[in-house]
């Protein structure tokens, strides 16, 4: 027998009759992000990038065209852009190399409270905040700070002093050099390469390996052959993460580093002070051009097969 | 005859657990050789002292009279078949079973066609270019087959290789490993929980309980002379008759089949009798001592609860070694 249902209970009953509805009910306020604020703001600057400006007034001239794209090969802009997506490979390759081990040792050592240990050393840093995180490597890698005392106490200084007098990558001293920025870089976005590689390794069972080193392999041969293709997506996940942050980072070539300009920079500093929307938003599709490319790369090297 | 694998005072150690116990063990070259346990047993660990993934505690391995005492894996003339198969998933079935010889720096076109042939060996020729994702646990198992025996190892290491098969594949894999190894003429230690298993195909069986070997024999020994009352009660189900029943000074082991339901002998309460089709299995306790008969078609079929008598010939008697 069955008693009338309240209106909870009716709701309850409705739903339970139509999953349809639930689904639908679930899904809106994420698919209305994505949809109207996301694709929507994406799209509002895809339109102002073609867009140009007006030399004379600095009025937005709402017409179509494509000059204001043509102004992104121009040295200077050609010179920003370069030094993003180099900087942003050099990061990326190091952050791969520094993570590999760190994940290694997480994901086929680590046990128990050790595990614990790792997470917890992986996450804090990304729980401060960034700024504090920036500011305090400015002072670290400063002219009177930890990193030269070091040196000085080696009596290397002179070692130090060889390096930073390397045109391209030094400065006067580290927290003014490009080399500067890249460490901090490496720094900040470690975390978000080392996670990945840690998922992708973990999934590797021991058996895997030890059959490898069964079959003749010597530890570096299983690395190549087996390993290394099997953390791949986890590596090139990772690689996502690092490689479009350095992209769009604008904060910490500001603060460490030379004078010299970044996408980021470039897009805060046109949109803001300079009021050229159209360049700047030229300039923001730049990175989404190179991570459309380096994702169909990925995507056709396998890296999402194990999705 | 030549040693292929020996072991003495063998010990491994992981804390405070004794995986393996002091163990001494000579496995001849060309033997179908079964290390049989239950969970735990220190079989596997045994295995995989052979294969050099771990490292003995104490005592000394030899391989054809050569001390592996670090010696790593990949310089150790054994290969392995694994449990769960361990089959590289980012490579096709033929550059699987050729990851062992493209290690050894052979050519390409030499490595394929060695390949293809042990693919043809384990009866899956044609199937180089699938993924193992795309092949069947059968099939698996025996890519990972061709995948060992194409190295060809002295010693063959194969660890509870039929444990995730069905029972019909498992019981064609016994006869096809059993003629494959006739065939090669390889040393084979096969690690199994399945006293079937081992005694159908093995030359010789060594039977593990707590890190110790409690018996090393041929089937017959084992199934039919126990020396210990484990051994008579993991393998198969061995009655074991204390010395107040047999007049003998120790536990003595008998077989079910051996026992016989008769007008005089030792006085027994039938508690559960079960039909087998082939024989009636008789639960039986005498004063205590629990026995199971497994009587033949025909045989007068006893009801639960009735007071029987049993008996049996002194000859099927197996006296164990130890006290009661």
Not at chain 2, 42 to 70: H, M, N, W, Y
Not at chain 2, 180 to 200: K, N, W
Request: glycine share 10%; proline share 6%.
């Amino acid at each position: 027998m069955t008693t009338a249902p309240g209106l909870g209970g009716r709701i309850s009953d409705r739903l339970w009759r139509s999953p349809g509805l639930v689904v639908f009910l679930l899904l809106t306020p994420p698919a209305l992000w994505l949809g109207v604020i996301y694709l929507g703001s994406l799209f509002a600057l895809l339109a102002q990038s073609f867009f140009s400006i007006d030399e004379f007034s600095g009025m937005v001239n709402r017409e179509f065209t494509l000059k204001t794209y043509a102004e992104l090969f121009t040295p200077t802009n050609l010179d920003i852009i370069l030094r993003t997506v180099v900087m942003a490979t050099l990061v990326t390759i190091a952050s791969a190399i520094i993570a590999f081990p760190i994940a290694y040792y997480a994901a086929r050592y680590a046990k128990g409270r050790w595990k614990a240990v790792f997470y917890l050393g992986i996450m804090l840093p990304l729980w401060s905040s960034y700024l504090v995180k920036v500011y305090s490597w400015k002072l670290i890698l400063a002219k009177e700070g930890i990193i030269s005392w070091f040196f000085e106490v080696l009596h290397l200084t002179w070692l130090l002093d060889a390096f930073l007098a390397i045109p391209v990558i030094g400065g006067n001293s580290l927290s003014v050099s490009p080399t500067g920025t890249f460490i901090v870089f490496v720094y900040v976005w470690l975390p978000f390469m080392i996670l990945p590689i840690q998922a992708a390794l973990e999934r590797v069972p021991t058996s895997m390996i030890e059959a490898s080193g069964d079959l003749g392999a010597a530890p570096g041969q299983t690395f190549r052959h087996v390993l290394l293709p099997l953390a791949l997506p986890g590596v090139i996940a990772g690689s996502i993460f690092t490689f479009s942050l350095t992209l769009g980072d604008y904060i910490i070539p500001q603060i460490v580093g030379t004078s010299a300009r970044f996408i980021g920079l470039a897009v805060y500093q046109y949109q803001g002070t300079a009021g050229n929307i159209p360049l700047a938003a030229a300039f923001a599709v730049v990175p989404i051009v190179i991570m459309g490319f380096y994702l169909w790369w990925a995507k056709r090297r396998g890296a999402f097969d194990a999705l | 005859m030549t040693v292929a694998v020996s072991f003495s005072g063998v010990t491994r150690h992981f804390g405070t657990v004794r995986a393996v116990d002091g163990v001494d063990l000579d496995i001849a070259e060309g033997e179908f050789f079964a290390m049989l346990g239950p969970s735990g047993s220190g079989k596997t660990t045994c295995l995989r002292l052979i294969a050099g993934f771990e490292q003995p505690t104490g005592g000394d391995i030899r391989l054809f009279g050569q001390s592996v005492r670090d010696v790593p894996p990949y310089r150790r003339a054994v290969n392995t078949v694994f449990q769960d198969y361990a089959l590289f998933p980012h490579l096709n079935v033929l550059d699987n079973v050729a990851y062992g010889l493209m290690i050894a720096g052979k050519g390409k076109t030499e490595r394929y066609r060695e390949s293809e042939a042990a693919l043809d060996l384990v009866a899956l020729p044609g199937y180089g270019g699938r993924k193992p994702s795309e092949l069947s646990g059968g099939q698996r198992q025996r890519v990972a087959l061709a995948r060992a025996l194409v190295n060809k190892p002295r010693v063959l290491l194969l660890d509870e290789p039929l444990g995730a098969l069905d029972l019909k594949l498992r019981e064609q894999m016994q006869e096809e490993l059993k003629s494959l190894q006739r065939q090669l003429c390889i040393t084979f230690v096969f690690v199994t929980h399945d006293q079937g298993e081992a005694l159908s195909m093995a030359d010789r069986v060594a039977v593990f309980n707590q890190g110790r070997i409690v018996q090393v024999g041929s089937p017959e020994d084992i199934y039919y002379r126990p020396e210990v009352p484990f051994v008579a009660d993991f393998v198969g189900s061995s009655n074991i008759l204390p010395p107040i029943l047999t007049g003998l000074s120790a536990l003595a082991a008998i077989r079910p089949e051996a026992l016989r339901l008769t007008d005089t002998g030792t006085p027994a309460t039938v508690t559960a009798v079960n039909f087998l089709g082939a024989a009636t299995r008789v639960a039986l306790d005498a004063n205590g001592s629990r026995m199971t008969a497994l009587l033949p078609k025909g045989a007068v079929r006893p009801t639960v609860g009735a007071s029987v008598k049993v008996s049996w010939d002194a000859a099927d008697l197996h006296q164990m070694k130890g006290g009661a």
